[in-house]
C-alpha cells in the first residue's frame, strides 16, 4: 500500500467510529434489540389462578372449601401457619404491554367461608379482551338467548322413568364373600 492510501485510511477510520457511535445513539429501539433490527422471542408468562367478577359473586359466606374449590378452583398458595386462608394470585406478563397481577383471599372460619377480598376484578369479557393479541376479535357469545332456546328441539320422553326400569345387560352370580 502507497503512504497516501495508508493516510487516507487513518484519516477516515476514525470518523466512521464516531459516525456508526453517533448514529447507534439516536435510534429509538428496544434494549433487547440487536442494531434495532433482531429482537429475540420472548415468551408470555401466566401463572396462577384467573378469577372473574362472575366466578367471586358465586363464593358466599357459609360456603365449604369444597364448594369453593369447584367455583374458582385449586388455591395458588396454602400456608401451613395460616390454614383458614386461601390466596388466588394471577400475573401474566407478556411482550409490549404492562404486566397484570390480581389477587383474591378467602378466609375460612373452621370449614365455611368467613370473608372473600376480591378487589376490581374483570369479567370474563374484559379478561379475554385483555389477552387478546390481536385487536378487533370479536369474543363468542357465551349464553343462549330466549328465542335460541326455545329453537332448540325437545328431547324424546321415555315412556317408563329410568328408575323403574329394568337393568339391561348381562346378569352375573358372584360367589359369596363370608365362607359357609
Not at 374449590?69 to 388455591?75: F, N
Not at 378467602?106 to 385483555?130: M, N, W
Request: hydrophobic fraction near 40%.
Amino acid at each position: 500500500m502507497s503512504r497516501i492510501r495508508l493516510a487516507r485510511l487513518r484519516a477516515t477510520l476514525p470518523v466512521l467510529v464516531l459516525a456508526l457511535g453517533v448514529a447507534g445513539c439516536s435510534t429509538n429501539r428496544s434494549p433487547d434489540s440487536f442494531l434495532g433490527l433482531i429482537t429475540p422471542y420472548r415468551i408470555d408468562i401466566v401463572q396462577g389462578n384467573v378469577v372473574t367478577s362472575e366466578q367471586a359473586a358465586q363464593v358466599k359466606p357459609g360456603m365449604s372449601r369444597n364448594q369453593v374449590r369447584d367455583v374458582l378452583g385449586s388455591p395458588m398458595v396454602t400456608d401451613l401457619f395460616h390454614a383458614d386462608r386461601w390466596d388466588y394470585i394471577f400475573t401474566i406478563r407478556r411482550p409490549g404491554t404492562e404486566p397484570q397481577r390480581r389477587s383474591v383471599v378467602v378466609v375460612f372460619d373452621g370449614d365455611a367461608v368467613k370473608t372473600i377480598d376480591a378487589p376490581a376484578l374483570p369479567s370474563e369479557r374484559e379478561f379475554v379482551a385483555s389477552i387478546a393479541t390481536r385487536k378487533n376479535v370479536k369474543v363468542p357469545v357465551l349464553e343462549l338467548t330466549e328465542a335460541q332456546r326455545k329453537a332448540l328441539p325437545v328431547p324424546p320422553r321415555s315412556e317408563t322413568p329410568a328408575a323403574t326400569a329394568e337393568p339391561v345387560g348381562p346378569v352375573r352370580a358372584y360367589p359369596p364373600l363370608e365362607p359357609s
